[in-house]
């Protein structure tokens, strides 16, 4: 039976470290400038943790701030989904740590390993527990610490990441408001092209491994460029059509900020024009799966998006994965 609960976003939080790291910064570490780094991705700098802060820190600053927006307690809340590839530690889940830290008594927690995708999926997730009747408050949060899993000798990858965290809590909302489709979809046969090798059970650590750089971030950037541009516009049209909604009817869209490029590509793709764009990518880089919640968070905050608002938010990552969430604002 089709559930007539509206699910929408209630709360909003984000966390962001202190320290920014700019192109030039980076130009003393590896043979780049600033003029490359602007031109190819249109990143101008990035905020990168100190060595004792982990991925639950930033996503505890999140949901705190998050559960305030909403006004809700966190002993309310029901569930806790993490999406990340940074998790603390493969075991227990980032999100188990960041029940304990907020005191979630009665939530149930588990990690998403989704890539860029991350919060999309987590979103999309949460909210059907809250559809079938399951749960009323869920908290999803999209995080990463990538500063600790880049090669800071590779030049093609360490300037393009950042670290951040972005959180929401989802409750039922008013009738034709909060999220109205979504789109999910995966491609495994091109996971080669964005992998951290090493430290799983395929290749546990070991000497070895740590000598041949294997737990970084590997990527084949262009190849990850030409598919993001055309998933993008794929997995929109599918949400838009599943939304029984046309491109005209889009307020803003707040896509994953991986590159300025990729951006204004599927933009132009799309027929969307710039101002109705959301990019924050100049000042915090790539952060998977936190960039669209960070992004939702600010657009939020600085008053661009208003009551009523149609947005499409739409990501691609590692995987490889992608999704879109067609959401009306209720805030
Ligand atoms: N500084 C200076 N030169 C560099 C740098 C750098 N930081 N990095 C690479 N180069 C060099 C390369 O070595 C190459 O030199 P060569 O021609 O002598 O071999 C040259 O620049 C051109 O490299 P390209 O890879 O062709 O540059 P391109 O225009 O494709 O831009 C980029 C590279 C920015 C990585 C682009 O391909 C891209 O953005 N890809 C998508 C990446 C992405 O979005 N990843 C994340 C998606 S999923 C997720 O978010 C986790």
Not at 3 to 19: E, N, R, Y
Not at 147 to 154: A, T, V
Not at 285 to 311: F, H, Q, T, V, W
């Amino acid at each position: 039976m089709k559930s007539t609960i509206s699910v929408g976003i209630t709360g909003m939080g984000s966390s962001i470290p202190d320290k920014v790291v700019t192109n030039d910064d980076l130009s003393k570490i590896v043979d780049t400038s600033d003029e490359w780094i602007r031109t190819r991705s249109g990143i101008r700098e990035r905020r990168i943790v100190d060595e004792n802060t982990a991925t639950s820190d930033l996503c505890t600053e999140a949901a705190k701030k998050a559960l305030i927006d909403a006004n809700v307690n966190a002993k309310d809340i029901d569930l806790i989904i993490v999406a990340t590839v940074t998790a603390d530690m493969a075991f227990p889940s980032t999100a188990c740590i960041v029940q304990k830290n907020i005191e979630a008594t009665n939530a149930a927690a588990f990690d998403m390993s989704v890539g860029c995708s991350g919060f999309l999926y987590g979103v999309a997730t949460g909210a059907n527990f809250i559809k079938a009747g399951v749960y009323k408050k869920v908290l999803v949060i999209g995080a990463e610490v990538l500063s600790k899993i880049l090669d800071w000798e590779d030049r093609s990858t360490c300037v393009l990441f950042g670290d951040g965290a972005g959180a929401c809590i989802l409750e039922e909302c008013n009738d034709g408001y909060g999220i109205l489709s979504y789109d999910l979809g995966a491609d495994g046969k091109s996971g080669h092209l964005l992998t951290q090798p090493a430290g799983g059970s395929r290749m546990p650590a070991s000497h070895k491994t740590i000598d041949e750089r294997l737990h970084y971030v590997h990527m084949e950037g262009k190849e990850v460029f030409k598919s993001a541009v055309r998933v993008m516009e794929s997995t929109s049209l599918q949400a838009l059509k599943k939304a029984n909604m046309e491109l005209e009817d889009i307020d803003f869209l707040i896509p994953h900020q991986a590159n300025e490029r990729i951006i204004k590509s599927a933009a132009k793709r799309l027929k969307i024009s710039d101002d109705r764009v959301y990019m924050n990518l100049d000042k915090y880089g790539n952060m998977s799966s936190a960039s669209i919640p960070i992004a939702l968070d600010e657009a939020y905050r600085n008053g661009l998006i208003k009551k009523g608002d149609i947005l499409l938010l739409v990501a691609f990552g590692a995987g490889f994965t992608w999704a879109s969430v067609i959401l009306k604002w209720e805030k």
